[in-house]
């Protein structure tokens, strides 16, 4: 089991582009959350995703969007990319009932 | 809402000596408590939880109502502990600390 995987691993973006990052989750997860953590901060919930529905959401604009698949796999989509949505993106996976989450690696979203 | 605060955002200690790394949450409601540690160049990954009132490499961490915290402890803190250490609580999402980051000293 590979874990939980994220795609790219650094992404350059222009101010005002749209950007997606992916996540496969580990294997016997259906739960997805995604987290926003800006340099010398903890990580900021931004979503989760289960049976492919938004379940819960934290704090963050509507700018901010996902997906999650049949395969329970995940999107995280960011419209008009601002220079302060550069941070580290992280996915976690967690299984039904379970609160215990696994992350991936993350994906570092700089925009100039 | 569901916070934790975690008030040193840099700790250092020597090798050997006892460590406790603090973390203090509000929550009106009964918290699941986490730690989790990220060590240079790896992933966030799961250090304790609360229900399970176990011990990792030499970790403990006991839930205090009372005072609402959930310290991080260690008796003898060894070099590989340095890391950055995240308190977290969780309802229907997590909710992580600033962090702190421990350094060893040999």
């Known amino acids: 089991d590979a874990g939980v995987t994220q795609s790219p691993t650094h992404l350059i973006k222009t101010r005002g582009q749209q950007v997606t990052l992916r996540c496969s989750p580990k294997?016997?997860?259906?739960?997805v959350s995604w987290y926003q953590q800006a340099l010398g901060q903890g990580p900021q919930f931004i979503f989760q995703?289960?049976?492919?529905?938004?379940?819960q959401r934290g704090n963050f604009p509507d700018r901010f969007s996902g997906h999650q698949f049949p395969n329970y796999s995940s999107e995280l989509n960011v419209n008009a990319l601002l220079l302060g949505d550069s941070a580290l993106y992280l996915c976690?996976?967690?299984?039904?009932?379970?609160?215990?989450?696994?992350f991936g690696q993350g994906t570092r979203l700089t925009v100039v | 809402a569901q916070r934790v605060t975690q008030p040193e955002k840099l700790l250092s200690v020597f090798k050997g000596a006892p460590v406790e790394l603090k973390c203090n949450y509000s929550?009106?409601?009964?918290?699941?408590l986490f730690w989790y540690v990220q060590y240079s160049r790896q992933r966030l990954q799961l250090l304790l939880r609360?229900?399970s009132r176990e011990s990792i490499k030499g970790f403990t961490a006991d839930l205090n109502k009372g005072e609402t915290s959930f310290h991080l402890k260690k008796p003898f803190a060894q070099e590989e502990d340095s890391a950055m250490y995240y308190c977290?609580?969780?309802?229907?999402?997590?909710?992580f600390g600033t962090g702190t980051s421990l350094t060893v000293i040999p």
């Open positions: 976690a996976s967690s299984a039904t009932g379970w609160t215990e989450a696994f």
């Open positions: 294997s016997g997860h259906d739960t």
């Open positions: 995703y289960y049976e492919e529905e938004e379940r």
């Open positions: 929550y009106s409601g009964s918290p699941e």
């Open positions: 609360h229900i």
């Open positions: 977290a609580n969780t309802g229907n999402q997590f909710y």
